[in-house]
């Protein structure tokens, strides 16, 4: 059973940084892509980055520039690197993998985390 587990959520200041992590234990396969969604009160979730093997990567345009999505020494951990965050940001932020690709836009992960919760303030 794969299962996918965040960390490094919590509340910051307008401006600041946090950095997310997650590692999937429970298989042995690398997996194809590793993404990062969230999902604020009242809204759809929506794709904030995603990494796929070989490198590419893919942003939302509310975090070009802001965000840097990166993968791990270790397989199957991926890390979202977040600084000048602002209220729109807060949200909770989910870890989802895909294990084969090609990749289908639209197409649901097939794991995903938790959530952990970001909060910025003004």
């Known amino acids: 059973q794969v299962q996918l587990v965040e960390s490094g959520g919590g509340l910051v200041q307008s401006g600041g940084s946090l950095r997310l992590s997650c590692a999937a234990s429970?298989?042995?396969?690398?997996?194809?892509?590793m993404a990062w969604y969230r999902q604020a009160p009242g809204k759809q979730r929506e794709l904030v980055a995603r990494t796929i093997t070989g490198g590419s990567t893919k942003y939302a345009d509310s975090v070009k520039g802001r965000f840097t999505i990166s993968r791990g020494n270790t397989r199957n951990t991926v890390y979202l690197q977040m600084n000048s965050l602002q209220p729109d940001d807060t949200a909770v932020y989910y870890c989802?993998?895909?294990?084969?690709?090609?990749?289908?836009?639209?197409?649901?992960?097939?794991?995903w985390g938790q959530g952990t919760q970001v909060t910025v303030s003004t």
């Open positions: 989802s993998s895909t294990r084969f690709g090609p990749l289908v836009e639209g197409a649901s992960p097939d794991y």
């Open positions: 429970g298989t042995i396969f690398t997996m194809f892509a």
